[in-house]
């Protein structure tokens, strides 16, 4: 198994747009890394299952760094409500945590598509629900954020993403955040679930037979080198023109994304033979 130099430069590619998808929307960018990856692992002859579970965990490892540098920068502006990103972080890293164990013994593909609709049902309700009125006060419950926070970071645990664009809408309909600080605190909660993620990616990838060159478990070292190395100051632009636009612009840019990602991880745009 050799890394390619086409595979190098696509991976660096990739870690650009993630770092900026993921300062801007609070979102870990694993609906740009997982293709990209999941293809320069198959494309040396690593086995499918294996290679999602790959993509999906180093993925996660990429979140780590990248969703530190955005939440720095949400912090410099206010956007980061701490006590609501800790807790609901600490609950979604548990959270991770099984989740990643989970996916470790079920097939990438049965989960791929349950987390398209799941995805593609929250953008549907960001569109529609009634923003809440901006004199509601973030709820403050950490009953709530527990609560919130464990079935999220299984979920993001399950499909190797840090969790953001499943978190944004809760905090925005449910806990009453503003969009900047749902997207700030995301940031932020997100450090947290990589963690759990990731390091259970790790522990259930040991002594499995395949694994590609650089790898520790189902974490590979080479990718998360060349994709992080690009995420993370990109990161702190995305962030920066975040706060550029306006809440609503924000949304809705959201919500394309999230459409987006549901409709790749289900596989539509491959039925549909569109190279997206």
């Not at 999941?38 to 490892?61: C, E, H, K, Q, Y």
């Not at 700030?184 to 590609?212: D, E, K, R, W, Y």
Request: with cysteine.
């Amino acid at each position: 198994m050799e890394i390619h130099v086409a595979q190098v430069i696509a991976l660096l590619i990739t870690g650009l747009g993630v770092g900026f998808a993921s300062g801007m929307l609070g979102v870990g960018g694993c609906f740009i890394m997982v293709p990209v990856q999941f293809w320069a692992l198959t494309s040396i002859g690593v086995d499918p299952t294996v290679a999602i579970r790959i993509a999906f965990g180093t993925n996660l490892l990429v979140v780590l760094p990248t969703a530190f540098s955005g939440a720095m920068t949400h912090h410099k502006k206010g956007a980061v409500l701490w006590k609501a990103g800790v807790i609901f972080g600490i609950a979604g890293a548990v959270g991770a945590f099984f989740g990643a164990f989970i996916a470790a013994h079920l097939p990438g593909q049965v989960l791929k598509v349950a987390f398209g609709v799941a995805v593609i049902l929250g953008a549907i309700r960001m569109l529609t629900a009634k923003p809440p009125q901006i004199t509601d006060e973030p709820s403050e419950s950490i009953a709530a954020y527990i609560l919130w926070g464990i079935p999220l970071g299984i979920v993001s645990g399950i499909v190797g993403i840090g969790g953001g664009v499943l978190m944004i809408p809760v905090m925005v309909y449910f806990l009453k955040f503003k969009m900047h600080q749902a997207v700030g605190t995301s940031t932020a909660l997100m450090i947290f679930t990589a963690v759990g993620g990731s390091l259970s990616f790790l522990i259930n990838g040991l002594g499995v037979q395949g694994l590609p060159p650089y790898s520790t478990g189902y974490l590979n070292w080479l990718q998360w080198v060349l994709l992080a190395g690009c995420s993370i100051p990109m990161a702190i632009v995305g962030a920066k023109v975040a706060h550029l636009l306006p809440a609503k612009q924000l949304k809705y840019i959201f919500i394309v994304v999230m459409f987006y990602m549901g409709f790749k991880m289900i596989g539509v745009f491959g039925w549909l033979h569109l190279p997206l």
